[in-house]
């Protein structure tokens, strides 16, 4: 069947007319979405810090030894080490359970200190602006254990969970750095397992490095005991990390990683997020500096009185992630390119 001229020019000027409308919608799907990466970088750029916020007010620059009542200034992570393990405890409102978090981590690390007199430590606990008794309870272990191994830092404000460690791992002495959560739920003598880990990837702590205390191992049982709803909040963080930062790591949030000196160094200086996705920051930097990183299970078990509250953090942590990819993407974050220079 064929068809006449008359009817071959409708079917070609519908054809055409089809053509250009397509062109049109292709067009102005186009166009949405520059001028929606123009609003957004718009956005970014009059809303981000370009630097990190590693200043501190006065006080903060100082710990109190009740020895003697006086008050020394806290040394620098870009100074020499002076001791071998440093251990950093962000803690807010933590009045109940840093008391036996602490018990637990002193007999350790004392009885450690016996067998091995070679294994110097300290305790940095940072106050992040609690408004409890947690810095009551924090200098009783400071006044029975000596400022030499326990020290308490004072937030003169609340900062975050990120902003804490930062700052205290910047104030550390220690030739490996490892930050350990305020509720003691992951077991201290895990730190072995870690150190071990270290030992494979940074022979000395010269060696930029991180391991990374895992729970993934965890996982199954996890799954199992949480709500349907918490566990595709928990998918979909986790395939947002990979998607837009992190790779190859199965848990970015165990708050149990170790550092050597340099490593905490150039991360804690060049770290942005304050709250509870600096994490994934922290591993995003470390990977764009080719640092080796290891992951090592460890013993983990969840304590009541957490301050995540589920769905509102969770929200607020995938809108960092998409903010961290954007930030540094659009050159608004920079890692810099050389370690800090010593104070």
């Known amino acids: ?32 979405i520059a001028w929606s990466f123009l609003l957004l970088y718009i956005f970014l750029w009059l809303t981000t810090e370009r ?31 002076t001791v071998y393990m440093s251990l950093v405890v ?17 007999e350790y690390l004392e009885k450690r200190q016996k067998q091995q007199p070679s294994f110097t430590y300290e305790v940095i606990i940072v106050n992040d602006g609690s408004t409890d008794r947690t810095s009551e309870e924090a200098l009783k272990y400071v006044t029975k254990y000596g400022a030499d191994k326990v020290r308490l830092l004072e937030f003169t404000k609340n900062r975050g969970k990120g902003g804490a460690i930062r700052i205290g791992c910047l104030s550390a002495r220690g030739e490996r750095i490892l930050m350990v959560d305020a509720d003691g739920a992951t077991e201290i003598t895990d730190i072995e397992n870690l150190e071990k880990a270290m030992d494979g990837i940074a022979k000395d702590y ?30 979909g963080f ?33 770290l942005h997020i304050d709250r509870w996705a600096f994490d994934v920051e922290l591993l995003y930097i470390a990977q764009q500096l080719k640092m080796p990183i290891d992951e090592v299970a460890v013993n983990w078990q969840e304590i009541e009185g957490s301050k995540l509250v589920p769905f509102w953090s969770w929200l607020q942590m995938g809108r960092d992630l998409l903010f961290i990819r954007m930030r540094y993407t659009f050159g608004l974050w920079k890692i810099p390119a050389t370690k800090p220079k010593k104070e």
């Open 90 to 106: 962000p803690a807010y409102k933590e009045e109940e359970r840093l008391p036996k978090m602490m018990d637990e981590t002193m």
């Open 206 to 235: 010269s060696v930029p490095a991180v391991v990374v205390g895992s729970r993934a191992h965890l996982q199954e049982e996890a799954v199992a005991e949480r709500s349907f709803f918490r566990n595709i909040l928990m998918y």
């Open 51 to 81: 630097k990190p916020n590693v200043g501190r007010a006065e006080s903060e620059k100082f710990y109190l030894d009740p020895a003697t009542s006086e008050k020394h200034l806290f040394p620098s992570v870009n100074d020499d080490p």
């Open 238 to 270: 986790h395939l947002l990390v990979y998607v837009l930062c992190v790779r190859g790591i199965k848990d970015t949030q165990c708050g149990f990683k170790l550092f050597t000196r340099p490593a905490a160094a150039r991360l804690f200086n060049a």
């Open 1 to 32: 069947m064929s068809l006449s001229p008359e009817s071959l020019e409708r079917v070609y000027t519908a054809a055409n007319e089809l053509g250009e409308m397509l062109g049109l919608i292709l067009l102005s799907f186009t166009g949405l």
